[in-house]
């Protein structure tokens, strides 16, 4: 657990991904308002770690079809992950490697691993509302971001805080504005808006559970927005923590394009 | 009017001939240039026209609302096979063939040590037959080349990215209705270069039914492309195409309306013809303005002789008449002869627009058409009367005042001058 703490090079979700999707606890200020920078450090950390080995249920809700697949991935800092598709059958074996800012995708009906072209980047992962970019993205709230408390939040009940992209940075969000729990510790909402400041998308963090000693949200529930500004009708993609294991022992060669392509 | 009177003009004419001559170019100079122009234009916008009502366009299409705008996989026109019976009971409808567009991924299929770069690609869903004929996707296809089952067609850029030859194979990742993935390897027949854009820079050419199963589309399909007898007709046919049950949400489309940069293109030939027309008139104004009013002004003594003489002053006008409209027609003739000639002669061989402007390669890509920049030209016979006609006109108009100033001459006064 204190290597967890200290290593902040890490990420869970290969799918750091998701880390920039994923809030962090606070710590709360003596009078109410949290500190804002250690806010933005558990942010960032709330799914990091050394390596990982996670079970998620992801949920893809279209407007004629609600597909759930089911994840196993596994994660070693920022930069490795392999997230394999372990059910439906149709989808079974299908897996996605990263290493960086690369992406294979390996396909058992075609038996081909195929690297995802940077102008696929923007394109559906495996037709979620998660695009191929969020799993390679690698962002730091704190670093990246010029950011504020905003004040109280009505709804959800909470802390509001405000994160605006550095010039410097290159990015799909301009701004992000989070909502903190009362305590300051855990997100309940972030929304996204775009580089034009059009609200583009709006991740619910809730169900929060205790795994290996760290609580986190085990749910993640993402809604896209249309450029109208609603929520795209009838689309979510839910993302949820049956299980995951923060620091353990995962082997490098499991981030192999041959691990990828191994018979599941 | 006496024939001796049009023999005494064209003798005129022949009195000063290197005048009479330059008259005479001026006026060829402009026939020629308005027969040329025009013919190059009349080729150029054809071969438009000929694209956009050709078997790609259609004269009607048919979307899903919406479609157009955001191409996304589940805009689909559902039960299909209604709608295309449905507008086949119409009587002047000659085709009707429907696509699917669908994004994808495609990479080199053989297995390999390295893993496959991909790249994006665009599943075309077609029918096979009626793209085979002139002017389709598969336009110019033998038999053995066409897609079938487990088989497809590429586009030359496409395949040239991915390195794939005939023969391949090429695995393809799309997405269902749903956008979900689905993934499959297809045989790689031939290539094709055709005048779609998106077919040769993108395109996996296969049957519409390979499409329908590979990505859960049954009975669905995106466009809709309908020929009928005559594109002039296409509005009262669309109009009678959105009347059908089958189609009555769908987006329903003339050629017109489907590519209106491209029509306005066209219209702009009218204008270009008036403009060269104008440029006629005025070569011929100028050209029978001058030679007349010099050749009447310097004739002052002999019209007052004539006069003096006896002739009437109507046969002096309708001599001086003549010589302008001769001189005019003469002018015109030897315009139409050489514009004719360059027209046609241009017109066997085609005139390479990119090579005259130093561009390689022999086409242009425009609003999504891929479009040749050989021109033939074409002539418009209609150009040729126009100019004879606009040359008449002002051979007349140019002749009234020297003829009138002619009749009005007292004869003791024009001798003495």
């Given at each position: 657990?204190?290597?967890?703490?200290?290593?902040?090079?890490?990420?869970?979700?290969?799918?750091?991904?998701?880390?920039?999707?994923?809030?962090?606890?606070?710590?709360?200020?003596?009078?109410?308002?949290?500190?804002?920078?250690?806010?933005?450090?558990?942010?960032?950390?709330?799914?990091?770690?050394?390596?990982?080995?996670?079970?998620?249920?992801?949920?893809?809700?279209?407007?004629?079809?609600?597909?759930?697949?089911?994840?196993?991935?596994?994660?070693?800092?920022?930069?490795?992950?392999?997230?394999?598709?372990?059910?439906?059958?149709?989808?079974?074996?299908?897996?996605?490697?990263?290493?960086?800012?690369?992406?294979?995708?390996?396909?058992?009906?075609v038996?081909r691993?195929?690297?995802?072209?940077?102008?696929?980047?923007?394109?559906?992962?495996?037709?979620?509302?998660?695009?191929?970019?969020?799993?390679?993205?690698?962002?730091?709230?704190?670093?990246?971001?010029?950011?504020?408390?905003?004040?109280?939040?009505?709804?959800?009940?909470?802390?509001?805080?405000?994160?605006?992209?550095?010039?410097?940075?290159?990015?799909?969000?301009?701004?992000?504005?989070?909502?903190?729990?009362?305590?300051?510790?855990?997100?309940?909402?972030?929304?996204?808006?775009?580089?034009?400041?059009?609200?583009?998308?709006?991740?619910?963090?809730?169900?929060?559970?205790?795994?290996?000693?760290?609580?986190?949200?085990?749910?993640?529930?993402?809604?896209?927005?249309?450029?109208?500004?609603?929520?795209?009708?009838?689309?979510?993609?839910?993302?949820?923590?049956?299980?995951?294991?923060?620091?353990?022992?995962?082997?490098?060669?499991?981030?192999?394009?041959?691990?990828?392509?191994?018979?599941? | 009017?006496?024939?001796?009177?049009?023999?005494?003009?064209?003798?005129?004419?022949?009195?000063?001939?290197?005048?009479?001559?330059?008259?005479?170019?001026?006026?060829?100079?402009?026939?020629?240039?308005?027969?040329?122009?025009?013919?190059?234009?009349?080729?150029?916008?054809?071969?438009?026209?000929r694209i956009?009502?050709g078997p790609l366009?259609g004269?009607?299409?048919?979307?899903?609302?919406?479609?157009?705008?955001?191409?996304?996989?589940?805009?689909?026109?559902?039960?299909?096979?209604?709608?295309e019976?449905?507008?086949?009971?119409?009587?002047?409808?000659q085709s009707v063939s429907a696509r699917i567009f669908s994004?994808a991924?495609g990479a080199a299929g053989e297995p390999?040590?390295?893993?496959a770069?991909?790249e994006?690609a665009m599943v075309v869903g077609v029918d096979v037959p009626v793209e085979n004929r002139e002017g389709g996707i598969l336009a110019s296809l033998p038999a053995e080349d066409l897609p079938g089952p487990g088989s497809v067609v590429l586009g030359k850029v496409l395949a040239q990215r991915l390195k794939l030859t005939p023969g391949k194979t090429v695995a393809v990742?799309g997405?269902?209705?749903?956008?979900?993935?689905?993934s499959n390897i297809f045989l790689v027949k031939s290539l094709v270069k055709g005048g779609n854009e998106i077919v040769s820079r993108l395109g996996i050419v296969m049957p519409l039914k390979e499409a329908q199963d590979f990505l859960?589309l049954?009975?669905?399909a995106?466009e809709?492309v309908?020929l009928?007898?005559?594109?002039?007709?296409?509005?009262?046919?669309?109009?009678?195409?959105?009347?059908?049950?089958?189609?009555?949400?769908?987006?329903?489309?003339?050629?017109?309306?489907?590519?209106?940069?491209?029509?306005?293109?066209?219209?702009?030939?009218?204008?270009?013809?008036?403009?060269?027309?104008?440029?006629?008139?005025?070569?011929?104004?100028?050209?029978?303005?001058?030679?007349?009013?010099?050749?009447?002004?310097?004739?002052?003594?002999?019209?007052?002789?004539?006069?003096?003489?006896?002739?009437?002053?109507?046969?002096?006008?309708?001599?001086?008449?003549?010589?302008?409209?001769?001189?005019?027609?003469?002018?015109?003739?030897?315009?139409?002869?050489?514009?004719?000639?360059?027209?046609?002669?241009?017109?066997?061989?085609?005139?390479?627009?990119?090579?005259?402007?130093?561009?390689?390669?022999q086409e242009?890509?425009?609003?999504?058409?891929t479009?040749s920049?050989?021109?033939?030209?074409?002539?418009?016979?209609?150009?040729?009367?126009?100019?004879?006609?606009?040359?008449?006109?002002?051979?007349?108009?140019?002749?009234?005042?020297?003829?009138?100033?002619?009749?009005?001459?007292?004869?003791?006064?024009?001798?003495?001058?």
């Amino acid at each position: 657990m204190k290597s967890l703490m200290k290593t902040m090079k890490a990420a869970i979700f290969g799918v750091v991904l998701f880390a920039l999707l994923f809030p962090a606890a606070a710590v709360a200020g003596a009078e109410g308002a949290p500190d804002i920078n250690a806010v933005l450090k558990r942010l960032d950390d709330l799914f990091r770690s050394e390596s990982s080995v996670g079970s998620v249920e992801l949920t893809v809700v279209k407007p004629r079809r609600t597909h759930t697949l089911k994840l196993k991935i596994w994660t070693q800092g920022d930069e490795k992950a392999l997230i394999v598709i372990e059910a439906p059958e149709r989808e079974k074996g299908t897996a996605t490697l990263k290493v960086g800012k690369n992406l294979w995708n390996y396909l058992p009906k075609v038996n081909r691993t195929i690297r995802i072209p940077p102008s696929m980047m923007q394109s559906s992962w495996m037709g979620s509302d998660f695009t191929n970019d969020d799993l390679v993205r690698e962002s730091s709230l704190l670093k990246d971001f010029d950011s504020r408390i905003a004040g109280r939040s009505e709804d959800p009940a909470g802390w509001k805080i405000e994160l605006t992209a550095k010039p410097s940075m290159i990015g799909l969000w301009q701004r992000i504005e989070y909502v903190l729990d009362v305590d300051g510790n855990l997100p309940l909402e972030a929304r996204f808006y775009d580089r034009k400041n059009r609200l583009a998308r709006i991740m619910r963090f809730d169900e929060v559970k205790i795994f290996n000693g760290r609580r986190i949200p085990a749910h993640l529930a993402l809604t896209p927005i249309d450029t109208d500004g609603k929520p795209e009708k009838d689309k979510q993609t839910e993302m949820r923590y049956l299980e995951i294991k923060f620091n353990v022992p995962v082997s490098d060669s499991m981030f192999s394009l041959s691990e990828l392509e191994k018979n599941r | 009017m006496r024939f001796s009177t049009l023999k005494i003009a064209w003798r005129n004419l022949g009195r000063n001939r290197r005048r009479t001559l330059l008259g005479v170019s001026a006026i060829a100079l402009g026939q020629f240039t308005l027969i040329t122009v025009n013919g190059l234009n009349a080729g150029y916008f054809e071969s438009m026209l000929r694209i956009v009502t050709g078997p790609l366009i259609g004269h009607v299409q048919v979307h899903q609302r919406g479609w157009r705008e955001e191409r996304a996989v589940d805009q689909y026109i559902d039960n299909l096979g209604r709608a295309e019976s449905e507008i086949k009971t119409l009587p002047e409808v000659q085709s009707v063939s429907a696509r699917i567009f669908s994004p994808a991924l495609g990479a080199a299929g053989e297995p390999g040590r390295e893993p496959a770069e991909a790249e994006m690609a665009m599943v075309v869903g077609v029918d096979v037959p009626v793209e085979n004929r002139e002017g389709g996707i598969l336009a110019s296809l033998p038999a053995e080349d066409l897609p079938g089952p487990g088989s497809v067609v590429l586009g030359k850029v496409l395949a040239q990215r991915l390195k794939l030859t005939p023969g391949k194979t090429v695995a393809v990742i799309g997405q269902d209705a749903d956008g979900f993935p689905v993934s499959n390897i297809f045989l790689v027949k031939s290539l094709v270069k055709g005048g779609n854009e998106i077919v040769s820079r993108l395109g996996i050419v296969m049957p519409l039914k390979e499409a329908q199963d590979f990505l859960v589309l049954p009975d669905k399909a995106h466009e809709i492309v309908i020929l009928g007898n005559d594109y002039r007709k296409a509005g009262e046919l669309a109009d009678r195409i959105k009347s059908l049950p089958g189609l009555k949400d769908a987006e329903i489309l003339t050629w017109k309306e489907a590519f209106p940069v491209i029509v306005r293109m066209i219209g702009m030939k009218t204008w270009t013809d008036l403009i060269f027309l104008a440029i006629l008139f005025i070569a011929a104004a100028a050209g029978i303005a001058n030679t007349m009013m010099m050749s009447t002004f310097e004739r002052t003594r002999e019209f007052g002789m004539l006069l003096a003489l006896g002739t009437r002053p109507g046969r002096l006008v309708r001599m001086i008449t003549l010589e302008s409209v001769i001189l005019g027609l003469v002018g015109v003739a030897v315009g139409s002869i050489l514009g004719a000639a360059v027209v046609y002669l241009t017109s066997q061989t085609g005139i390479d627009y990119g090579a005259l402007s130093g561009i390689r390669g022999q086409e242009i890509n425009f609003q999504g058409l891929t479009l040749s920049y050989i021109v033939y030209p074409k002539l418009e016979f209609r150009n040729v009367l126009f100019g004879v006609g606009a040359v008449m006109v002002t051979a007349f108009l140019a002749s009234f005042w020297p003829a009138f100033l002619a009749a009005r001459l007292e004869p003791t006064e024009a001798v003495r001058a």
